[in-house]
């Protein structure tokens, strides 16, 4: 796929913690309580949004209706794309997702199979644009709290960052999955564009996590101690082997106010 990515322009924005430009440390900062469990669920809902109604009691229904669509219609894209969302939506069951762990089960990782097996249907009936939903979903299944499979997590990614906004978090998001993936080159890539969104007094640090990333793509820089701001306060972090961080100290961020001759 080519690295044009070029873009113009749900539910909340998303909250950081991290140093600098917070989105980038993709590490789960689970013990911060910002919904950036593992593998960057909460990061994904700020940018994309959250979905409603995702329980997985009664779309039974929905799954049947779809597969019968899917039967009768085996070359409609939209057909196949229901039938991804209606699974997913039965994925959010506790019986196949653990909201303690904010990671899918063995069970709901069996479930997740079928569900790319229907993506891989959908996408090669080349859709003119993924909708929004079922590529939130694709991400999640794909992610760290999925089935681990950064290869396919870019080429989703891929997909949808023309469609939004140009900003330094979801490159960043694609060079982390295209450093696991060892696709250095596209990881390269994104990493400029990265560096060239952020704001210019992050853009340093944003170029060192990145580098830093790219040399260890598990993104886990375990007990090193991170400093950064955001919401009007200054947080100081550690980040244990297992990348989960501890805050160790909040205070107000200094004031920016400049006062008029």
């Given at each position: ?221 375990s007990n090193e101690t991170f400093t ?34």
């Amino acid at each position: 796929m080519l690295f044009d990515l070029r873009a113009r322009g749900r539910r909340r924005t998303v909250q950081v913690v991290y140093v600098g430009l917070a989105l980038l440390f993709l590490v789960g900062f689970v013990g911060f309580g910002v919904g950036v469990g593992g593998g960057g669920g909460g990061l994904i809902e700020g940018i994309f949004g959250g979905k409603e109604g995702s329980s997985g009691a009664g779309y039974g229904k929905q799954i049947a209706a779809a597969e019968a669509r899917t039967h009768k219609h085996p070359n409609e894209a939209a057909a196949w794309g229901a039938l991804v969302e209606a699974r997913f939506h039965e994925a959010g069951n506790s019986e196949f997702y653990d909201e303690e762990t904010q990671k899918f089960t063995d069970k709901g990782k069996e479930l997740l199979v079928k569900i790319v097996a229907d993506w891989n249907r959908y996408v090669a009936l080349k859709p003119s644009a993924p909708t929004l939903a079922i590529t939130y979903d694709m991400i999640k299944a794909f992610g760290e709290e999925g089935l681990n499979q950064p290869t396919q997590l870019e080429a989703v990614l891929q997909l949808v960052i023309p469609t939004k906004p140009a900003n330094a978090t979801l490159y960043s998001y694609l060079a982390k999955a295209a450093y696991q993936a060892k696709d250095v080159s596209t990881g390269d890539l994104a990493s400029q564009k990265a560096v060239g969104l952020a704001p210019p007094t992050e853009r340093k640090r944003v170029k060192e996590y990145l580098a830093a990333l790219k040399k260890n793509p598990s993104g886990n820089p375990s007990n090193e101690t991170f400093t950064g701001t955001t919401n009007g306060k200054v947080y100081t972090a550690k980040v244990n082997s297992e990348g989960k961080g501890t805050v160790l100290k909040t205070s107000p961020a200094p004031s920016t106010t400049t006062t008029k001759k």
